[in-house]
């Protein structure tokens, strides 16, 4: 199936989120992450590695966000009810989310897309995507928390198709650092103005 | 030398700032990053592996970030110059943070020196501790951005002892839980009015 057909990615398109990052801005952040040429290499083969193991990582990320009454709120309604179809269209986007981070180049129209991301999970955008009668945006303290599940469960993943110990590390490694970017990004608009 | 020598080390101390986050929000945020007693344990025998390495932990850092202008930049003059009184006397409650992470309990006084922490690096409170002619902010961008190399470049501290390899990676796990979790407290400040 194209990737066009999973229900609110617009990557690449003529969506209307422009990021206000700078060039200057995302190579002072990835410095700020030591990522470098290595890591895209290394995100690339994890790319290759992860690409048919997609849904089992949603099936550890999904779990972990069910097991926990407060993290499942944001997918429920204001009364608490989770949101089925809700959940089901952002796991489709969450899952291109993986392969995107490991294939796409982080260039003005992934930034921009980072910023559509970001704003998803915020008062000015969340729910809009999906009609989703849930509440009304996740708190940034939990978009910063989850850079620890999102990295510490890839690794079992990663080593799952017979690379060695190094490699593995390299695209862990790679992996955390391309986690916290875009963590960082995604804060920017939960910021005060200038806080950025 | 005790740890009150410490310049604007004023964990525990009377110092007004109370932090507004509550304990349902720290269990909350615990639960976020699977921080538990196991990492307790952990935190505390890493406690003893890094006690007599911190300056050498510090000069790791503090290498890493003269490394990058962009960095020592929030250490220095709006012009660029770099305030060595102000670096060594950030770097030594620098160096007292490693330690309390490890052996502090994370309770209700920790909590306010983690609001305090996290003004220091804010518009509210930068640069009045140490009485130092910096520019006024760190952007939240950078603190997230942190994560990573404060987590990465402390995994060969913490093998240095002897230690078998799960037992590092206990440690360095508990570690990175630990970092992630604070970072995710001292983006309070940060937020704007209801969204963190």
Redesign the interface.
Known sequence: MESTAIPGYTFGTDQPTRSPVSEE?LE??K????FGSDDERALGLAGDVLEDQVEDVLDVWYDFVAS?P??VAYFSTPEGEPLDDYLARVRRRFGQWILDTCRRPYDRAWLDYQEEIALRH??TKKNQTDNAPSVP?I????M??????I??TMRDFLAKKGHGPEEVEAMH?AW??AV??Q???W??P???EG??
Chains 1, 2 share one sequence.
């Open positions: 801005d002072r952040l410095a700020s992450v030591l926990h407060h993290l915020t008062r945006h708190p940034l303290r939990y910063v928390a989850f850079v620890y599940p990295t510490a490694q955390f650092k916290t970017l963590v960082a990004l804060s920017e939960y910021a005060r806080d950025w």
